[in-house]
Each structure stands twice: as structure tokens, then as C-alpha cells.
């Protein structure tokens, strides 16, 4: 169930920064992005949605931009960050966009594109905390200003996803994982642990939203190489389980999954040169993983599938 944005934050301010903390890809790579449909670079894939699957894409982000401006939280913003002030202020922002008058709808959209500028200009010196807050805020406001604004501001749009991915890039390097999460008997703490999830859950939506916007462009979509050997989103049990429940809850999802976690790029296509072994035990892990997805595993799955038919 979808948490109501204004709730305050339970228990303890986050405060994930830590030696547990890392980043087990080249985040630069998540910043240069916009330029693949330019220059693509030697390896890239093309990414060819079917007509259906880039529907159900725009239809999902669509319906995301729609909660937000609804006062509730979509599936990328955990609860325990809703009280972080760039998101805060993200909600606090989009109930004034919520039905405006016609005469003043020019005036919201213009409140929160100097928003949006406001937290690009300053995202350099915020903490660890507030840069992936302004992350997500900053996304959110893209896809109200492009699925809820008619006509949509697409010369300020282009540039917002430029500078989208540059503030990606900076909040990855501070983490995108736990080292725990790689150990045998370690757990990670829930508020580190729900950093990295809400983190990569963000930069996955963020990729979803820059393939709509590189089709309503005309331009190609590329496999996301960059991110191979990031988590795919857990469980929903894992991303709903409350501090008091959590040591249990993370025992229970180790004890299944040990220090191999599912991988994003378990997802993707099959190698040619991987045998009937290693692809019945891919299928295997893939079946046991949707076991317990939520609705944005669900989504995330449904694409990949219909995609690449793996």
C-alpha cells in the first residue's frame, strides 16, 4: 500500500553514512549516459520495447507522477525518508500543482522549475542524506512536469534529465550497496540498507524514464550496462520490514539467498555462450526472486520479459 507522502518519519533520522557503504560500479558512466544516443559507445546494445512494454512504461511512470501530485509516495520513496526536506518540499510543492486555477497554472510550473534549479545549483554541497533526497525529489518533478503538464516543457525536460543524471552520478558514488549485504552473518542496519534499496530503485525508475523520453525524441535506448551487478529490486517483505522486525526479517531473506543476491542483469538477455545449465539455474533464481517482489519488481520483470523473451 502506498504511504501517504506527508507522514513524518519514524523512529530516528536516517543516518546511513557509514564504512558499509559502497559503490560496486563507475557511476561516471550513469552521468555520461545522455550521450550514448549521441555517440554511442563500441559494445552497446539497442534496446528494442515492444509497442506494449513502452506503453506500460509510460503508463507506470505516468501513474507515479500522478501519486506524487496526490500526496502519496510511489514505490521508489521508502517511508523513513518521506521527512528528508528536498522530498518533503517535493510533496509540499506538488499539492500547490494539484488543480490549480487555469490562470496560474503557468505560474506553478514555474515554481517548481526554479525548484528544480535551486536543488541542481546546490546538490554539490549537500550530505550524503540530502543529495540522495534532492535525487529523487529532482526525478519526481521531471515526470510531473513531462506527464502531467500539457503542453510538457520538453526544451527544459532535455536539460533536466542532463542534469538528473549528474546528480545520479554523485549520490551513486556515495553508495549504491552494503558491504554487509556481500558478507557471510553480517546485516546490514535498516536505515543503511533502505539507502541503497530507495537509491537504486530511484536510478532504475530514472532509466525507465530516460528510454520514454529517447523515444518521444526518435532517438535509440541502450541496454544499461553500467549498472550489471547491481541488486534487482527485494522483496516486498524485506522493503516494507519495520526496525523492530528488521534483524528477522534480513535473517530470513539471507538464509535464502546467502551473499548472491539477484542481480539486475540476471534480467537481461541470455549470452549466446551460456550452456542449458547455467540457464536453467538463471530461470530458477528468477522464479525464486518473484516469489517476493512487489509491484515495482513486478514491473521491472514484466518489461525485461516481454523485452527480451529470457
Not at 549528474?166 to 551513486?172: D, L, N
Amino acid at each position: 500500500m502506498a504511504e501517504t507522502a506527508t507522514a513524518s518519519a519514524p523512529g530516528l533520522e536516517p543516518a546511513p553514512s557509514n564504512p558499509d557503504l559502497i559503490c560496486p560500479i563507475n557511476p561516471d558512466d550513469i552521468q555520461n549516459r545522455w550521450l550514448n544516443a549521441y555517440v554511442p559507445l563500441p559494445g552497446q546494445e539497442v534496446k528494442n520495447y515492444p509497442t506494449n512494454v513502452s506503453k506500460l512504461i509510460f503508463r507506470t511512470l505516468k501513474s507515479y507522477a500522478s501519486m506524487a501530485t496526490r500526496g502519496r509516495s510511489p514505490p521508489f520513496i521508502h517511508p523513513t525518508h518521506l521527512s528528508l526536506s528536498p522530498i518533503s518540499t517535493c510533496f509540499t510543492l506538488l499539492r500547490i500543482f494539484k488543480d490549480p486555477l487555469p490562470e496560474r497554472e503557468n505560474v506553478v510550473v514555474e515554481i517548481l522549475q526554479r525548484e528544480m534549479t535551486r536543488l541542481h545549483e546546490g546538490h554539490t554541497a549537500c550530505s550524503a542524506m540530502d543529495l540522495f533526497s534532492v535525487f529523487q525529489a529532482y526525478l519526481v518533478y521531471t515526470m510531473v512536469l513531462f506527464f502531467q503538464v500539457a503542453p510538457a516543457p520538453m526544451q527544459f525536460i532535455r536539460q533536466a534529465m542532463i542534469n538528473l543524471q549528474e546528480i545520479a552520478c554523485a549520490t551513486s558514488r556515495q553508495g549504491l550497496a552494503c558491504k554487509s549485504e556481500r558478507m557471510w552473518a553480517h546485516t546490514p542496519s535498516s536505515e543503511a540498507w533502505h539507502f541503497v534499496e530507495a537509491k537504486r530503485r530511484t536510478l532504475y525508475t530514472m532509466y525507465f524514464l530516460d528510454n520514454v523520453l529517447s523515444a518521444e525524441d526518435g532517438l535509440s535506448t541502450y541496454i544499461g550496462h553500467e549498472l550489471k551487478g547491481l541488486y534487482a529490486p527485494a522483496s516486498k517483505e524485506l522493503w516494507q520490514a519495520k526496525c523492530d522486525d528488521w534483524e528477522a526479517t534480513y535473517m530470513s531473506h539471507y538464509l535464502v539467498w546467502g551473499t548472491d543476491m539477484f542481480r539486475l542483469d540476471e534480467l537481461w538477455p541470455v549470452s549466446s555462450n551460456e550452456g542449458g545449465y547455467r540457464i536453467e539455474k538463471r530461470q530458477e533464481r528468477t522464479d525464486q526472486w518473484l516469489e517476493g517482489v512487489d509491484e515495482f519488481g513486478m514491473m521491472l520483470y514484466a518489461v525485461t520479459v516481454c523485452t527480451y523473451g529470457s
